[in-house]
């Protein structure tokens, strides 16, 4: 029988551009030696966008994959979320309307959200949430793109641990009475204390420090205090991370014992490799985006899909899917595959 409160992925989609700039480029426009990006900020490669990939484009593009894969026809999705960055192909602008039109959603409607890199795990909850209080909402399509990478002054040492950001688009469809990959229970944290610690001087209605900025490049990522915020996140910034994965499964019924696997956001190695350990996983429970770099609140789906294309995600897996974003925010999902 088909539980009608169940909501299951009914697939993904990915689109990553053919550009790449390697860990010798970033060594070469930021001076910080190569052995240092590959083995500390953990890059080797990462995907940077071509003419046409613009933000809500790749988005489109992957959504696109997503129903080829399912065979889905898009006039039965109900509800459009965009999910990708608010830097897109214009500053005031709704996304969703435009990833609806292309695809071809035309009994859809939708909207933007946006909690940076927790983005995708936000949207799963509301999505969810949504679905369960609405028997009009079926079917859900969630995708968006992402190119902060753009946004990165490679010589602004503040930002160094913002050179992972690369580019690409994700997609997931969520259905409602769907027995199988099912979306279980999510656990966000958020903390507004870091609000204004990562900002892009200019552009709102706040004036540029210009005197701050007069070095690097306008229009790019600035860190004002970087001592005093990594200060401050070495205080929260793991235990969050971690209580999020922990509160997602008790919700969902698990624990930390019952991972299969963790979908986590690319980041330094040596935080990876903590988050790892502290929940008693082996490095083979996870996959580590050295090859894609940081492609925002897309690595979820990213490493979801390269998690059940290498045979690590099976039928029955315990799934986690954990991410945080510069404001800040963290977030987990569990899923329960196959």
């Known amino acids: 029988m088909t539980d009608n ?20 480029q970033i060594s070469e426009a930021s001076g910080v030696p190569e052995h240092i990006v590959r083995t500390k900020l953990g890059i080797t490669q990462k995907p940077i966008p071509g003419e046409e990939d613009h933000s809500c484009a790749m ?28 830097y897109k192909e214009y500053p005031v ?41 609405d028997s009009s909402i079926r079917t859900v399509m969630l995708a968006g793109g992402y190119r902060n990478g753009d946004l990165i002054d490679y010589r602004n040492p503040r930002t160094r641990f913002m050179f992972n950001l690369a580019a690409g688009g994700g997609a997931i469809i969520l259905r409602k009475g769907m027995n199988r990959n099912l979306l279980l229970e999510s656990a966000l944290i958020t903390d507004g204390s870091f609000s204004e610690d990562v900002i892009i001087p200019g552009g709102g209605t706040q004036k540029a420090d210009i005197g701050q900025q007069e070095r690097f490049a306008t229009g790019c990522f ?77 690595d979820q789906i990213l490493s979801l899909e390269l998690g059940v294309d290498s045979g690590r995600i099976k039928p029955g897996s315990v799934v986690v899917l954990v991410s945080a974003g510069i404001g800040y925010a963290w977030g987990a999902t569990t899923l329960k595959w196959g």
């Open 222 to 298: 600035d860190v004002p205090d970087p001592e005093g915020m990594k200060e401050r996140l070495e205080q929260k910034s793991m235990a969050n991370f971690l209580a999020v994965v922990r509160q997602s499964l008790q919700r969902s019924g698990y624990t930390e014992h019952d991972i299969d696997y963790i979908g986590i956001l690319h980041m330094k190695k040596s935080a990876h490799d903590y988050v790892l350990k502290e929940l008693n996983l082996r490095e083979d429970q996870s996959i580590y985006l050295s090859d894609y770099g940081h492609i925002g609140q897309m």
């Open 93 to 133: 602008w709704t996304a969703a309307l435009k990833l609806q039109q292309e695809i071809g959603a035309h009994n859809a409607w939708g909207f933007d959200v946006a909690l940076r890199c927790s983005t995708t795990v936000m949207a799963l909850k509301v999505a969810q949430s949504m679905m369960l209080a």
């Open 59 to 86: 988005g489109i593009r992957a959504a696109q994959t997503a129903l080829q894969k399912t065979g889905l026809d898009p006039k039965e999705i109900d509800l459009v979320i965009y999910i990708g960055e608010e």
């Open 5 to 24: 409160r169940s909501i299951g992925i009914l697939g993904t989609g990915m689109y990553i551009p053919k550009q790449v700039i390697t860990a010798q």
